[in-house]
């Protein structure tokens, strides 16, 4: 009876389920499997598992982890992507288990695999959406500091410049025009602020109508150039379905050194700007 039921899981799982000997050929591969690499039995029995479905830069690896597996008794759970009957890519997640003959010496793998792609697409999904602002698409406060965090901590790094940007007049956006126009304001600025940063450079939202930038490897001018480079492109009449708005935005930087704290770095360029607000509506008043 036992064995009429582990026969019919085998047959009727949904997973795929493989036994290869120490060789790496295939001794067992249930219809799951079979389907799967669109093969019947007798073109699988006797193949070498990784010419069959294992993607051909883990061939190597595949069969060198079969060998130990036997070698040594044991093996280990693992991922690995394999090749569908139309050469379509699965991450496959793989329960290996040693198996030995009556004489108790390990004589093959038995393998149960199961397609985990659209699981770890949704993870990673969901680990960049905790990652990104959601309107803009760009990095958030948190992914900016844990940015900034990693390459002060790098003792032999170079230093950071980071601008620290808060729009001038956008809560009249809001006010008048609607938040839906207000956050297409956001979402220009956001790309108009990459648009102005180097290629190696990380432009974060920092919250509300503020935005950060990180240049890995600038000084004090190359800041002062990319804050000039900001306000030229920020300013510019944004088109928008209320007509063309305009924003301003106050630009404050500061450079970080190996070994700075992130929190010290921001807030020094948050100082910087602010003080540029304070002189900006000074001469306006005048």
């Given at each position: 009876?036992?064995?009429?039921?582990a026969?019919?899981?085998?047959?009727?799982?949904?997973?795929?389920?493989c036994?290869?000997?120490?060789?790496?050929?295939?001794?067992?591969?249930?219809?799951?499997?079979?389907?799967?690499?669109?093969?019947?039995?007798?073109?699988?029995?006797?193949?070498?598992?990784?010419?069959?479905?294992?993607?051909?830069?883990?061939r190597?690896?595949?069969?060198?982890?079969?060998?130990?597996?036997?070698?040594?008794?044991?093996?280990?759970?693992?991922?690995?992507?394999?090749?569908?009957?139309d050469?379509?890519?699965?991450?496959i997640?793989?329960?290996?288990?040693?198996?030995?003959?009556?004489?108790?010496?390990?004589?093959?793998?038995?393998?149960?695999?199961?397609?985990?792609?659209?699981?770890?697409?949704?993870?990673?999904?969901l680990?960049?959406?905790?990652?990104?602002?959601?309107?803009?698409?760009?990095?958030?406060?948190?992914?900016?500091?844990?940015?900034?965090g990693?390459?002060?901590?790098?003792?032999?790094?170079?230093?950071?410049?980071v601008?620290f940007?808060?729009?001038?007049?956008?809560?009249v956006?809001?006010?008048?025009?609607g938040?839906?126009?207000?956050?297409?304001?956001?979402?220009?600025?956001?790309?108009?602020?990459?648009?102005?940063?180097?290629?190696?450079?990380v432009v974060?939202?920092?919250?509300?109508?503020e935005?950060?930038?990180?240049?890995p490897?600038?000084?004090e001018?190359?800041?002062?150039?990319?804050?000039?480079?900001?306000?030229?492109?920020?300013?510019?009449?944004?088109?928008?379905?209320?007509?063309?708005?305009?924003?301003?935005v106050?630009?404050?930087?500061?450079?970080?050194?190996?070994?700075d704290?992130?929190?010290?770095?921001?807030?020094?360029a948050?100082?910087?700007?602010y003080g540029?607000?304070?002189?900006?509506?000074?001469?306006?008043?005048?």
């Amino acid at each position: 009876m036992d064995v009429r039921l582990a026969h019919g899981f085998v047959e009727g799982t949904d997973a795929l389920v493989c036994v290869v000997d120490g060789a790496g050929r295939i001794l067992l591969a249930n219809p799951a499997l079979q389907r799967f690499t669109g093969r019947p039995p007798e073109r699988l029995l006797g193949e070498l598992f990784v010419d069959v479905f294992v993607a051909p830069e883990h061939r190597e690896l595949a069969l060198d982890a079969v060998a130990r597996a036997v070698d040594t008794g044991r093996a280990y759970p693992q991922e690995g992507d394999w090749l569908t009957a139309d050469g379509t890519r699965r991450l496959i997640a793989m329960r290996n288990n040693v198996l030995s003959g009556p004489d108790g010496r390990p004589f093959g793998v038995a393998t149960v695999g199961l397609d985990v792609t659209e699981q770890r697409r949704r993870e990673e999904a969901l680990a960049q959406r905790a990652r990104t602002d959601r309107l803009t698409g760009i990095p958030n406060r948190h992914t900016f500091f844990e940015e900034l965090g990693r390459r002060l901590a790098q003792e032999d790094g170079v230093p950071c410049g980071v601008l620290f940007c808060d729009l001038d007049g956008f809560k009249v956006v809001n006010d008048v025009h609607g938040h839906a126009v207000g956050d297409a304001v956001l979402a220009e600025v956001a790309a108009r602020l990459q648009a102005a940063a180097g290629g190696d450079d990380v432009v974060a939202r920092f919250g509300g109508d503020e935005f950060v930038v990180l240049c890995p490897g600038c000084e004090e001018d190359d800041v002062a150039e990319l804050a000039a480079r900001v306000r030229e492109r920020v300013t510019a009449p944004v088109p928008t379905v209320a007509g063309a708005l305009r924003v301003g935005v106050s630009v404050g930087g500061a450079v970080g050194r190996p070994g700075d704290a992130p929190d010290e770095v921001v807030a020094r360029a948050d100082r910087a700007m602010y003080g540029a607000k304070t002189r900006q509506r000074r001469r306006s008043e005048r």
